[in-house]
């Protein structure tokens, strides 16, 4: 078959299937507790929050709630949401819209896995894993971050690796600050990955080469133009510097809260009347404080809890970190509990890990470098959610090169089997 008509096969089958949760409850786990809407009025939790800042960009200008900035989630996904709510009320074209980003997310795969290791078949094998990825299926239907940001991410990673495998010349590079400022205004987590990753990108190469590609300067700078009227726009409103959003110290305090074992769940907050949420939330209410002043005694109390959690309890502080790690890589949506939609999904993904590191150790010279970058970046991404409360939606995001490298695992053991039935057969 020939490539553009395997990825358009791989295309059509990811966008097929997408297609089908969203129209046909019965292909919905979630569809009894937590229905999809077509309506931007009857949306719920995180999707409701995206599409009050949308509707408040419509109204003033900058995402906002009761006319006051608010630098919750960034600018680039309730400007996308606020273009379609324009339109109107009714989110179809808007989910459709996230069905092709994800569609096209899995053939990005299959693209950057032939770019690395000049075979096109590990991806294609994690494309198609990512197509039937079960849960993937929940963010794309309805209005949340994920299908914009992994698209963002996933092509920034592309246009970087296929700039160093083809040469190109500076422009790739500038195009790529884009991309991933733009990811960032999407998902602030990006801020702090970015430059780390630029630092591991510099050093690698030149411990490797005792070169340095200067171009990279170029991706910062692009990156920095596009992140600097969102500052200033902070800065105007709060009188102090804000990188990204306002929604991390939030995370960090429920994320080292002992007691409510890390978990975002209002079972636990009803519970626990001494939850530091409760505590700020109320504060937040009787000082009329901005989202900026919220986060920033949010960071506050998460430094103090912190110290006390490793010079008080640290031996229970050690292991909920150990507990956030490992729900990021498991994939464990929503609730600590177990039940049939967890157990599938942790199983599958404890098999896809053990090809990707079956992958990792048996891979040759090929792609060598881009591969190490890669599991660099998934390091990087993954620590921090030691620290924070950790939800299929946070790792969900890397799960594409994952998938891509689980699907490397996976091709090269059907390899190894191959060429073992051949000589016991020969």
């Known amino acids: 078959m020939k490539t553009g008509r395997k990825y358009l096969l791989l295309f059509a089958a990811a966008f097929l299937l997408r297609v089908l949760y969203i129209f046909i409850p019965a292909f919905d786990y979630y569809a009894k507790s937590y229905p999809v809407s077509f309506s931007a009025s009857e949306q719920v939790s995180d999707s409701e929050t995206y599409v009050k800042l949308a509707k408040g960009l419509l109204e003033k200008g900058y995402p906002a709630v009761n006319g006051r900035l608010t630098m919750y989630g960034g600018y680039v996904y309730p400007l996308i949401l606020a273009m379609f709510l324009k339109l109107s009320d009714n989110l179809i074209p808007l989910i459709l819209f996230q069905a092709l980003l994800s569609s096209l997310t899995c053939v990005l795969l299959a693209k950057i896995s032939g770019k690395i290791i000049s075979d096109e078949m590990p991806g294609l094998i994690g494309g198609y894993i990512f197509a039937f990825y079960y849960p993937a299926f929940m963010t794309v239907s309805r209005p949340l971050t994920e299908p914009l940001f992994t698209f963002l991410l996933v092509s920034g990673v592309y246009i970087i690796l296929h700039s160093r495998k083809e040469r190109n010349g500076y422009s790739v590079y500038i195009y790529a600050g884009l991309i991933f400022s733009a990811a960032t205004l999407t998902r602030a987590m990006l801020f702090y990955v970015f430059f780390f990753m630029v630092m591991a990108y510099v050093i690698y190469f030149f411990s490797k080469d005792r070169k340095i590609d200067f171009k990279i300067l170029l991706t910062v700078l692009s990156f920095a133009a596009l992140q600097i009227p969102w500052i200033y726009l902070g800065y105007v409103h709060n009188g102090r510097i804000i990188l990204g959003s306002t929604n991390g110290g939030g995370n960090l305090v429920l994320g080292t809260y002992i007691p409510g074992n890390g978990e975002y769940s209002r079972e636990i907050f009803e519970k626990d009347p001494e939850h530091p949420i409760h505590i700020f939330d109320k504060l937040y209410i009787e000082n009329n404080w901005t989202d900026a002043q919220r986060d920033s005694a949010y960071f506050e109390f998460s430094k103090k809890q912190l110290a006390d959690n490793f010079t008080k309890r640290p031996f229970e502080s050690f ?43 048996k891979r040759g010279t090929g792609g060598r470098d881009e591969i190490n970058l890669l599991l660099i970046f998934l390091a990087v991404y993954c620590l921090p ?26 091709y090269l053991f059907a390899g190894y089997l191959k060429k073992r039935r051949h000589s016991t057969t020969g």
């Open 385 to 410: 959610h030691a620290l924070t409360n950790s939800t299929i939606r946070y790792s969900f995001p890397i799960l594409p090169f994952v998938f891509m490298l689980s699907g490397y695992g996976i």
């Open 319 to 361: 292991r909920l970190m150990f507990y956030q790690i490992s729900r990021f890589w498991f994939n464990v949506p929503y609730s600590h509990r177990s039940g049939t939609g967890n157990n599938v999904n942790i199983a599958a993904t404890v098999i896809l890990l053990g090809f990707l590191i079956y992958g990792v150790f």
